[in-house]
Antibody, heavy 121, light 112 residues
């Protein structure tokens, strides 16, 4: 069974940093691209970033470009999202999402349960 | 970025009755290879989203056949032929033709 478990969320002050992790299991991790999608509480979905199986093809949403960095460690079956210069509007649940392919596509196959990031002073 | 506009925002439905959700795109979602990358997701209360429909009209594995997708170009529709209690939640369209992928604002389906 595919499992994606996000961690690292919490309360952080504006301008500070936070690093999210996504631990994957139940599939051959390095065969698939991974995305991060976020959802502000009670709001809609926003694709944030993603990377291919080999850490290539990285793309960011304009809203986070230059502040967020995505990476993966295939030896640890994990993906990371380094979030710097956080703003109130970054407050959201952050979901780790497995792609159905080894490169970024729109085939969002499996979702984690999400981790909540709250940016507030 | 491509803007997807869903309507209605809220859809109260009687159990056993049909429901229809519209998704309109700010530009054509036909990719240069002829495919149209328009998906539909369901998010039940307290749960993560799950995909129901991909490439306009293809149901994902395990999705009941009361769900169907249709449309072309810029106009798309998700239909539920007979709404059941487990269908309550928010439905989102999402396009993957033009990156970054974007989602519609969501339609909340509730039981009258």
């Amino acid at each position: 069974e595919v499992q994606l478990v996000e961690s690292g969320g919490g309360l952080v002050q504006p301008g500070r940093s936070l690093r999210l992790s996504c631990a994957a299991s139940g599939f051959t991790f390095d065969d698939y691209a991974i995305h991060w999608v976020r959802q502000a509480p009670g709001k809609g979905l926003e694709w944030v970033t993603g990377l291919n199986w080999n850490s290539g093809g990285i793309v960011y949403a304009a809203s986070v470009k230059g502040r967020f960095t995505v990476s993966r460690d295939n030896a640890k079956n994990s993906v990371y999202l380094q979030m710097n210069s956080l703003r109130a509007e970054d407050t959201a649940f952050y979901y780790c999402v497995k792609d159905k392919h080894n490169i970024l596509t729109d085939s969002f196959d499996s979702w984690g349960q999400g981790t909540l990031v709250t940016v507030s002073s | 970025d491509v803007v997807l506009t869903q309507s209605p925002l809220s859809l109260p439905v009687t159990l056993g009755q049909p429901a229809s959700i519209s998704c309109r795109s700010s530009q054509s979602l036909v990719y240069r290879d002829g495919n149209t990358f328009l998906n539909w997701f369901q998010q039940r209360p307290g749960q993560s989203p799950r995909r129901l429909i991909y490439k306009v009209s293809n149901r994902d594995s395990g999705v009941p056949d009361r769900f169907s997708g249709s449309g072309s170009g810029t106009d798309f529709t998700l239909k539920i032929s007979r709404v059941e209690a487990e269908d309550v939640g928010v439905y989102y369209c999402m396009q993957g033709t033009h990156w970054p992928a974007t989602f519609g604002g969501g339609t909340k389906v509730e039981i009258k």
